[in-house]
């Protein structure tokens, strides 16, 4: 099992940055793919960015694509989301999760059967 802490959520000004970090517990963090999920007010949690074990795959969300950059650091057993050019559309909680599915399956919310408690991120216009 892995347990996961995320933090560095907080408002931000349209056009900001943000890092994201999650930290996880356990010695099996390299035997996961790593995703960051979110979820706004009133609507279904979405797929924003993972990685995969090694730290040589990524992939993100469309609406993310060339803003958000996901990373990780398997010796300290930590992944980041750093979040560039932010818009109010990106107003979320967004969640830490761990996959040990198919790397074919990380953009499938079902897929990561780990997750932290989230962290708000608000961006205001």
């Known amino acids: 099992q892995v347990q996961l802490v995320e933090s560095g959520g907080g408002l931000v000004q349209t056009g900001g940055s943000l890092r994201l970090s999650c930290a996880a517990s356990?010695?099996?963090?390299?035997?996961?793919?790593m995703g960051w999920l979110r979820q706004a007010p009133g609507k279904e949690r979405e797929f924003v960015a993972a990685?995969?074990?090694?730290?040589?795959?990524?992939d993100y969300g469309d609406s993310v694509k060339g803003r958000f950059t996901i990373s990780r650091d398997n010796a300290k057993n930590r992944v980041y989301l750093q979040m560039n050019s932010l818009k109010s559309e990106d107003t979320a909680v967004y969640y830490c999760a761990a996959s040990n599915r198919s790397w074919y399956s990380r953009t499938e919310v079902s897929s990561y059967g780990y997750w932290g408690q989230g962290t708000q991120v608000t961006v205001s216009s």
């Open positions: 356990g010695r099996t963090f390299i035997n996961y793919n």
């Open positions: 990685i995969n074990w090694s730290g040589d795959s990524m």
